[in-house]
């Protein structure tokens, strides 16, 4: 089901695009990833587990996890959920393992491009290092796996805290297009090289600049680009944590920021009723556009004590009406091929759910919005340290204040440096990119660096700023120790 | 733990509490009591009411001050000010509102409290657009006026 009235977004009416999905015709409308346009015609089951028999639906929405392949115009393992939709095109469910087909993968030889510095990903973070390298003369290529630029800002319908620096009081899908225009204007004056559809695929041998390959989707195949540059500038974002429990697989299990693309980007209900996992700032979040767009939320469960979020986005959603229950979890999800309801369960002092407290409730989407992992398996691959800090939300490379991790050229920022909010995602982007210039020569605001750094501190400063304060000291630390052994 | 952590609902005790005067002449009330790094709501505010001490700060408003103008209702990013102006039996409540269905003035809508229950009716006097959002102000009763928060169209 389409969302066609919101007091945000305006969901025009688009392009009608028919394709076949099991060779059944389904119209989908332009600017729809695959995934998108199937969930809006009723189709939620995407694949089979590998080992099981169980149907499998979307999970991250983001082209981060595995949970939607298909095979599209023959060509296996298709991330549907970023796929564009194309007229025409032929979606069908995989057998397990995918086939290897007689097609060509690499339709076009393979290309050049000689770049100052790289960025991978145009979120927030990626876009403001972007902007600010190439302000400083240095030379830009930045790659993104969507078809958009934006990051996880174009599903951003409410305003941002902070203060005027960080454009607070905007929207974050304003925020979004503000920074692309600024990106654009540096493209057309050839200062900043842009690819979308694009991913990152790792780092290769070479003799003095760094090497990557890049592969480029075209009709669903791949071009491949050898990118060589000075310096790198890594910002991938993170994906979202599942949670265990029985039935945590079935189609309709959605992270919550999965559903916030879905209904915020492409205008998709998820479902009817929406049963929110996590109290934090973002299940919060998106249980209030889930209602702007029209959809029950029939309560949030916080395992917690407390509501981790802001009350003022708690209070909003209080005041509509919706349930917030803390030292609450779900326990399992009912339905045989799609969700039907949960078993929610009431937890004690130690987070052991308590006997005889179990509730059933009636809900067809069930939103996990429990954390999230920075994405650092290319770091990993570069030869990055990393290392285990448990209040940035799991492995992360250590950097120093210029956000340079242990490796000469490679820099970090955003939710790949450690989760944070967008506010400081953007300046760690900027202080990276700016760094980065520095670093080739194309700089030398020292004082800029300095000015980024004191922003970023007052973000930081207050009581919710805690965990990613103690998460940055940590780093901080370990950065100097291995920066030192390098 | 404060009870407003676990429940998400504030009391009047977690809040300024402005004079009889100053309700006559309206005010605004800042549902917002926790540390936040957040204050477009102190430069919004053309008479300098609203302070910080810092930017994580919760915001304060000098009721002797404000002009209950409602600039900060729609700016807040965290919808959480309303503006309150009580003559004897009647008060005007001024809040955001980012739904679909936008009321008319005139319109008799229903009037929910801070846990979304209805509570009665309100009459629709002035709705203004501040970008997306709403800046709604109803007439209630004057006993309802530190109690509804959001309206039902």
Known sequence: MRIRAHPI?????????????????????????????????????????????????????????????????????????????????Q??????????PDADFFGEPKKNIDVDVLIVGAGPAGLCAAIESAMQGVSVLIVDENQRVGGQLIKQTHKFFGSKQERAGTRGIDI???????????????????????????????????????????????????????AVILACGAMENMLLFLGNDLPGVYGAGAVQTLMNVYGVMPGKRVLMVGAGNVGLIVSYQLLQAGIVVDRIVEAAPSIGGYNVHAAKLRRCGVLIQTSHSIKEVCGEKKVEGAVLVRLDVNWKPIKDSEEYIK????????????????????????????????????????????????????????????????????IAGLAAAIQLGGSRNKKLLAQYREELGQLRAGPFGEKPRIAKEKIAKLAEVRHASV | MRQYEKTGILSIKDLQAPSKKQFEKGVAILECVQEIPCNPCVDSCPVHAISMKDINAPPVNDFEKCIGCTKCVGVCPGLAIFVIKIKANTAWITLPYEFVTVPKVGDVVQALDRIGKVRGKALVKKVVKYGKTMVVTIEVNSSLAMSIRNIKV
């Open chain 1, 91 to 100: 979606v069908e469910m995989q057998e397990k393992l995918a086939e290897l």
């Open chain 1, 176 to 230: 979004a297009k503000e920074l692309e225009d600024d990106l654009r204007k540096l493209e057309s004056e050839r200062k900043i090289s842009v690819m979308t559809d694009a991913t990152v695929i790792g780092c290769y041998e070479s003799d003095k600049k760094y090497r990557f390959g890049v592969v480029e989707r075209c009709d669903y195949k791949s071009v491949l680009y050898d990118v060589r540059c000075n």
């Open chain 1, 363 to 430: 809900c067809d989407t069930i939103c996990l919005a429990v954390g999230l992992t920075p994405s650092t398996r290319l770091l990993s691959q570069i030869g990055v340290h990393l290392d285990y800090i448990p209040e940035a939300g799991g492995y992360v490379a250590p950097h120093d204040e210029s956000m340079q991790t242990s490796v000469k050229g490679v820099y970090v920022a955003g939710d790949a440096s450690g989760i944070e909010e967008a506010s400081t995602a953007m300046i760690e982007g900027k």
């Open chain 1, 9 to 89: 977004i305006d969901f025009k009416k688009r392009k009608e695009l028919p394709f076949y999905f099991q060779k059944k015709k389904i119209v989908g409308e332009e600017g729809d990833t695959i995934a998108s346009a199937l969930h809006a015609a009723g189709v939620r089951t995407l694949t089979t587990s590998l080992k099981y028999e169980s149907p499998r639906g979307f999970f991250c929405g983001i082209g981060k996890c595995s949970s939607c392949l298909m095979r599209v115009n023959g060509v296996p393992n298709v991330r549907t959920c970023i796929a564009p939709l194309e007229e025409g095109i």
